[in-house]
């Protein structure tokens, strides 16, 4: 059955245990007073989440078998990195159990 929510984190490690897959690894680089805001869908078959945060970081990204996830930048002004290749608005980057990002 389909659901959704919203959470809203202040605490980084709270934040990274609420997030997709759960073996990741962020570390904050920007300077200030963090907080983030997950939006999550669940339909049968697939998981959608947008998150939006305060503050710059690096994001260690490794899927579970059989997970698979296509990442994006939903702000035009803030762009994503991914390997090290800026994304431009018409970018996806994949996510896969073989490769970590």
Known sequence: MPCSSVSRYTDINDFRHALQPTNSEIVITGTGCFSAR?????LPRLRLQRVDETLARAWLVQMADPQMAIGFSASPGQPMRCQ????GSDDLA???PAQPV
């Open 38 to 42: 997950i939006v999550t869908i669940d």
């Open 94 to 96: 994949l996510f896969t």
């Open 84 to 87: 090290g290749f800026v994304l």
